[in-house]
Structure formats: C-alpha cells, structure tokens
C-alpha cells in the first residue's frame, strides 16, 4: 500500500485533490489498485521548518516561499530508478503550485507484509483477544 505524505504550508483542498488524483494514476499505470494508494497532506507551517538556522518560508505566506516536505513509503522490493522515476511524477504533480526546487522528497522503504489496510483479515476480532 504506497502511501505518500505530503507535508506543506499551502492549504488548498482542490490541489490536493488534483495531486491525489494524479499520483494514484501514476500508481494504477505500474499495476497497484488506486484503492491501495494513499495521499496524505498535513498543515506544516513553514516558519517550523529550517534549512540551516532559516526559516523555509516567512509568516507573509508568499508563494515563492511554499515548499513541501514529502515522505513516500513503498515497497523494499522497488528499486532506485523506480524510487526515482515516482519522485520525478510527485515533483511534477506538486509543481502546479509548488516550485520544484523546494520539493524536499525522502522515501521509507518497507515490507509490504507490515501493511494492514482495514478490510484486511487483521481487523477481525480474534478469540485471543475477546
């Protein structure tokens, strides 16, 4: 279950539709169900964020200081050119509003076996616990 966590100071409910949208697309293109890929956004105010002992964006909320720090977690198995070839697609899907060039992008490799979405067996009560 790719999962992709946007974390920015902008906040604009139609742009993180339309980024949702197209990095599921992206995902359905390489074999994965859209229903298994999440898109994520959290308020991430950009005087909390410092590159060095700067802010990356003032209190004024101008554009040219929005930036976005991204985590994609995915599976182990992808390698560096598939990792690589998603954080070009996210750079692009965010580059509508957010300039590349502040587009802070890391990816947490996992097991795909740690992953339990809710209709999953797992979310079955068990006799162990009742």
């Not at 990356?56 to 929005?66: C, S």
Request: charged share 25%; hydrophobic share 40%; glycine share 6%.
């Amino acid at each position: 279950m790719p999962t992709t966590k946007v974390e920015t100071p902008l906040a604009d409910p139609l742009f993180e539709r339309e980024v949702a949208k197209r990095l599921s697309f992206w995902w359905r293109r390489q074999g994965v169900d859209i229903n298994h890929v999440i898109t994520r956004f959290a308020d991430l105010p950009g005087d909390r964020v410092f590159s060095g002992p700067f802010p990356l964006a003032g209190a004024g909320g101008d554009p040219a200081e929005l930036f976005a720090v991204v985590t994609c977690v995915v599976s182990h198995d992808r390698d560096p050119a598939f990792r690589r070839e998603y954080a070009r697609t996210v750079r692009a899907a965010l580059g509508a509003r957010i300039p590349a060039d502040r587009v802070f992008l890391s990816f947490e490799p996992t097991d795909p076996a740690d992953h339990f979405a809710p209709g999953d067996t797992w979310a079955e009560p068990s006799e162990e616990i009742l």
